[in-house]
Protein backbone atom coordinates (compact mmCIF):
# COMPACT_ATOMS: atom_id res chain seq x y z
CA UNK A 1 0.00 0.00 0.00
CA UNK A 2 1.40 3.65 -0.48
CA UNK A 3 0.37 6.29 1.05
CA UNK A 4 0.33 9.86 -0.50
CA UNK A 5 -0.03 12.98 1.50
CA UNK A 6 -1.14 16.41 0.32
CA UNK A 7 -2.49 19.44 1.10
CA UNK A 8 0.73 20.82 3.13
CA UNK A 9 2.27 24.47 3.10
CA UNK A 10 2.24 27.74 4.34
CA UNK A 11 -0.41 29.95 6.18
CA UNK A 12 -0.58 32.68 8.49
CA UNK A 13 -0.77 32.49 12.56
CA UNK A 14 -4.63 31.82 13.14
CA UNK A 15 -5.43 29.82 9.77
CA UNK A 16 -6.13 26.60 8.70
CA UNK A 17 -5.49 23.60 6.25
CA UNK A 18 -6.65 20.50 5.46
CA UNK A 19 -4.18 17.60 4.72
CA UNK A 20 -5.32 14.85 2.58
CA UNK A 21 -3.47 11.25 2.63
CA UNK A 22 -4.78 9.24 -0.67
CA UNK A 23 -4.15 5.47 -0.21
CA UNK A 24 -3.72 2.92 -3.32
CA UNK A 25 -5.52 0.08 -1.75
CA UNK A 26 -8.62 -0.39 0.49
CA UNK A 27 -8.13 2.05 3.63
CA UNK A 28 -11.19 -0.15 5.04
CA UNK A 29 -8.92 -2.84 6.05
CA UNK A 30 -6.39 -0.79 8.07
CA UNK A 31 -7.19 -1.46 12.12
CA UNK A 32 -5.95 2.41 12.42
CA UNK A 33 -5.01 5.26 10.64
CA UNK A 34 -3.29 8.40 11.98
CA UNK A 35 -1.10 11.54 11.30
CA UNK A 36 1.99 11.88 12.64
CA UNK A 37 4.65 15.13 12.98
CA UNK A 38 7.75 15.47 13.03
CA UNK A 39 9.48 18.84 14.18
CA UNK A 40 13.15 19.53 12.78
CA UNK A 41 15.96 17.61 14.93
CA UNK A 42 13.27 15.97 16.95
CA UNK A 43 11.73 12.59 17.26
CA UNK A 44 8.30 11.77 15.02
CA UNK A 45 5.25 12.10 17.29
CA UNK A 46 1.75 10.98 16.70
CA UNK A 47 -1.06 13.46 16.77
CA UNK A 48 -4.50 11.86 15.52
CA UNK A 49 -5.85 8.44 14.87
CA UNK A 50 -9.00 7.10 13.34
CA UNK A 51 -9.92 3.50 14.17
CA UNK A 52 -11.77 0.92 11.98
CA UNK A 53 -14.50 2.17 13.82
CA UNK A 54 -13.87 6.08 13.61
CA UNK A 55 -13.40 5.83 17.09
CA UNK A 56 -10.67 9.10 17.43
CA UNK A 57 -8.15 9.57 19.33
CA UNK A 58 -5.61 13.07 19.24
CA UNK A 59 -3.03 14.33 21.15
CA UNK A 60 -3.23 17.11 23.93
CA UNK A 61 -1.13 19.49 21.85
CA UNK A 62 -4.16 19.54 18.63
CA UNK A 63 -7.18 18.51 20.58
CA UNK A 64 -9.96 20.96 19.93
CA UNK A 65 -7.83 22.46 16.96
CA UNK A 66 -7.40 19.46 14.65
CA UNK A 67 -10.06 16.79 13.23
CA UNK A 68 -9.09 13.48 11.68
CA UNK A 69 -11.55 11.87 9.50
CA UNK A 70 -11.62 9.36 6.77
CA UNK A 71 -13.71 8.39 3.05
CA UNK A 72 -13.41 4.46 2.52
CA UNK A 73 -15.00 4.71 -0.51
CA UNK A 74 -12.35 7.25 -2.01
CA UNK A 75 -9.78 5.54 0.32
CA UNK A 76 -8.44 8.97 1.54
CA UNK A 77 -7.60 10.32 5.19
CA UNK A 78 -7.92 14.05 6.10
CA UNK A 79 -6.71 16.01 8.86
CA UNK A 80 -8.45 19.41 9.59
CA UNK A 81 -6.19 21.64 11.08
CA UNK A 82 -7.32 24.72 12.26
CA UNK A 83 -6.26 27.81 14.46
CA UNK A 84 -2.39 27.11 13.45
CA UNK A 85 0.60 28.49 15.46
CA UNK A 86 3.63 28.48 14.74
CA UNK A 87 4.49 25.52 17.40
CA UNK A 88 2.30 23.06 14.41
CA UNK A 89 5.29 23.83 11.93
CA UNK A 90 6.56 20.69 10.74
CA UNK A 91 6.81 18.00 8.56
CA UNK A 92 3.49 15.64 8.52
CA UNK A 93 3.13 12.26 7.69
CA UNK A 94 0.33 9.85 7.11
CA UNK A 95 0.55 6.22 8.30
CA UNK A 96 -1.60 3.08 8.43
CA UNK A 97 -2.05 -0.07 10.37
CA UNK A 98 -2.69 -3.49 9.22
CA UNK A 99 -1.82 -5.88 11.98
CA UNK A 100 -1.84 -4.10 15.77
CA UNK A 101 -5.31 -3.66 16.36
CA UNK A 102 -4.47 -0.54 19.04
CA UNK A 103 -5.18 2.10 17.45
CA UNK A 104 -3.96 5.75 19.63
CA UNK A 105 -1.07 8.00 19.11
CA UNK A 106 2.00 5.92 18.79
CA UNK A 107 4.56 6.03 15.98
CA UNK A 108 5.51 2.76 15.15
CA UNK A 109 3.27 2.39 11.78
CA UNK A 110 3.24 -0.49 9.23
CA UNK A 111 2.72 2.10 6.48
CA UNK A 112 4.27 5.26 5.48
CA UNK A 113 3.81 8.16 3.61
CA UNK A 114 6.39 10.54 2.51
CA UNK A 115 5.26 13.43 4.36
CA UNK A 116 3.89 16.68 4.11
CA UNK A 117 5.49 20.39 5.04
CA UNK A 118 3.36 22.60 7.29
CA UNK A 119 4.78 25.58 7.70
CA UNK A 120 2.93 28.51 10.18
CA UNK A 121 4.08 31.56 10.11
CA UNK A 122 3.91 34.51 12.93
Known amino acids: VQLVESGGGLVESGGSLRLTCAASGNIAGFYCMAWVRQFPGKERAGIAT???????TYADSVKGRFAISKDNAKNILYLQMNNLSPEDTALYYC?????????????????WGQGTQVTVSS
Open 95 to 111: AAEGILPECYTRTDFEF
Open 50 to 56: IATDGTT
